[in-house]
């Protein structure tokens, strides 16, 4: 068993509360390889925001565990060198059994989500609080969830959403003693959340999805005032990516995420965590795609990896900066 605190990281209680206080909300990026990793931390550094590292269960099957709880604490060491020691949370992503959850603190995690929201309304009760009870003794917190998003996450896939009933927040939260909730407000996993058809077009003749379920984020709030708001699903699908990638031999469908305006509206708000992951992978493999059109020739994985990490970092303190607001807050 290691401690995440002696790995350099941070849970997320305090940064939440400071969130909320702010009206920001810190990133929770995906990451699966080091090139993800390093992208994300120079970018926090240098926009000075705290962050969340976070990983999927198919991402520790993928990086393998050990060497993940290396990773994060070199990251924590990474940014002190960069010239900031920023707050760094270990986040598992989607949790879908004790045992992961559990497992995933013995290697260092210091948050993890434990998502029993496709089960009966009593059975992720009872799964999320022995997640609680087991996390809370060594001060790891715990995200919950309730209603279900559309989409596709761990290979499990979602036909359409079932919204968090507002109703259900306050007994939630009380019988499980989570330390923050995940809700589902119209946001969805993946690069494609709408059909070009269930769009508008604005005055640029951007497509523009159906906004977010802004009242019923509100209706929970009135329920639990003051109480962490995660939101999942929330990468906004640059069009300048799909673009790029099917230029350079992609083959992506018609695209569209959650608008930036919307996130910029829900971070002022209690929600204190925003989820991306879509948004990373659309860079990346713009960025490799290009490079292998335009310089064929090239097999050093530096050269395709590199531009990658660089788009990457430039995407990370751009959402920083300009969505979530989370920058200078470290
Ligand atoms: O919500 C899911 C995340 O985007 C992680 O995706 O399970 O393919 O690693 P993944
Ligand atoms: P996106 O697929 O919208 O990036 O959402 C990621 C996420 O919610 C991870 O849990
Ligand atoms: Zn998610």
Redesign the pocket.
């Known amino acids: 068993m290691v401690s995440y605190k002696d790995l350099g990281l941070v849970n997320s209680r305090e940064l939440f509360q400071k969130a909320i206080a702010g009206k920001y909300a810190i990133p929770a990026f995906?990451f699966n390889n080091m090139e993800q990793m390093q992208a994300i931390i120079q970018a926090c550094v240098e926009t000075k925001s705290p962050v969340i590292l976070?990983v999927s269960s198919g991402a520790r099957k993928y990086a393998n565990q050990t060497l993940l709880r290396y990773m994060a604490q070199g990251a924590c060491e990474y940014s002190k060198e960069l010239g900031c020691a920023i707050p760094i949370v270990l986040h598992l992503?989607?949790g879908d059994t004790f045992e992961l959850c559990k497992s995933c603190i013995e290697y260092g995690f210091s948050s993890v989500m434990i998502d029993g929201s496709a089960h009966p309304y009593d059975e992720n009760v009872e799964l999320t609080r022995k997640v609680v009870d087991y996390a809370h003794q060594y001060d790891v917190t715990v995200e919950g969830e309730l209603g279900v998003l559309a989409g596709i996450e761990d290979e499990v896939s979602h036909e359409t959403h079932s919204y968090t009933r507002p109703e259900e927040v306050e007994d939630f939260v009380k019988k499980t003693g989570v330390d923050s909730l995940a809700i589902s407000i119209g946001t969805s996993?993946?690069a494609y959340k709408f059909k070009p058809e269930q769009c508008t077009r604005d005055a640029e003749g951007r497509l523009v999805p159906p906004p977010l379920r802004f009242d019923i984020l509100k209706e929970i709030e009135k329920r639990i005032p003051g109480f962490p708001i995660v939101l999942?699903?929330?990468?906004s699908v640059p069009q300048q990516y799909v673009d790029e990638i099917n230029k350079y031999g992609g083959k992506l469908e018609a695209a569209v995420g959650i608008p930036e305006e919307q996130l910029r509206e829900a971070a002022k708000s209690a929600v204190c965590k925003i989820?991306?992951?879509?948004?990373g992978r659309l860079a990346m493999t713009a960025a490799v795609r290009k490079v292998f059109v335009e310089k064929p020739a090239e097999f050093d994985p530096r050269k395709y990896l590199g531009p990658a990490r660089d788009e990457l970092k430039k995407l990370y303190m751009h959402k920083v900066t300009d969505v979530l607001g989370s920058a200078n807050k470290a």
Do not use: A, K, L, V
């Open positions: 995906n976070q992503d989607h996993h993946g999942h699903g929330s990468s989820n991306i992951d879509s948004d």
